[in-house]
């Protein structure tokens, strides 16, 4: 069964950092791009950025771009995002989920919040 | 980028009914990459419907997709009691993706 479960979420005050982590298991994942989508607290989904299977082609989207870092360790089965400067408006659950394009598997999210 | 307008905001329908969803693009989406997925309160999205019409694995044939170029509608034939969700759709045919910003669905 596929599972992509992420942790790292917490509470952050603005300026500050935090890494998440999405643990695959069900699959290999050197054999897939990679995505991270936010939702904020009773708001819509937000794609934030993508990777392929070996890390050579990223994608970001520009409200993110320069802040945070989408990576992987296919050897972990692991994804990661690194986010820095954050902001109040980054306060979302953040979903990891399999794939470009669309995405049959997605994780429980995890949720960062950022405030003082 | 290429901005995915869903209409309506919401949708009161009872069991039985029929519900279509709209989702237009501000520019077309070439090979109809274009996603649909449904999120209940609590969850991740449940995807339903990949490249404009086809059905994902488990998910029932009153759930059917159409549309190309930047009109693109999803259609639930026979509404049950489970299908109050927000359905959202997403174009995967250029960086950076996008997803429209969802319709939510009642039933009565």
């Known amino acids: 069964e596929v599972q992509l479960v992420e942790s790292g979420g917490g509470l952050v005050q603005p300026g500050g950092s935090l890494r998440l982590s999405c643990a695959a298991s069900?699959?290999?994942?050197?054999?897939?791009?990679m995505t991270w989508v936010r939702q904020p607290p009773g708001k819509g989904l937000e794609w934030l950025a993508n990777?392929?299977?070996?890390?050579?082609?990223?994608n970001y989207v520009d409200s993110v771009k320069g802040r945070f870092t989408i990576s992987r360790d296919n050897a972990k089965n692991s994804l990661y995002l690194q986010m820095s400067s954050l902001r109040a408006e980054d306060t979302a659950v953040y979903f990891c989920a399999r794939g470009d394009g669309w995405h049959h598997n997605w994780g429980q999210g995890t949720l960062v919040t950022v405030s003082s | 980028e290429i901005v995915l307008t869903q209409s309506p905001g919401t949708l009161s329908l009872s069991p039985g009914d029929r519900a279509t969803l709209s989702c237009r693009a501000s520019?077309?989406?070439?090979?109809?990459?274009l996603a649909w997925y449904q999120q209940k309160p609590g969850q991740a999205p449940r995807l339903l419907i990949y490249n404009a019409f086809s059905r994902a694995t488990g998910i029932p044939d009153r759930f059917s997709g159409s549309g190309s170029g930047t009109d693109f509608t999803l259609t639930v034939s026979r509404l049950e009691p489970e299908d109050s969700a927000v359905y959202y759709c997403q174009q995967y045919h250029r960086s950076p993706r996008t997803f429209g910003q969802g319709t939510k669905v009642e039933i009565k």
């Open positions: 069900g699959f290999t994942l050197i054999s897939n791009w």
């Open positions: 520019q077309s989406v070439s090979s109809n990459y």
């Open positions: 990777i392929k299977h070996d890390g050579s082609e990223i």
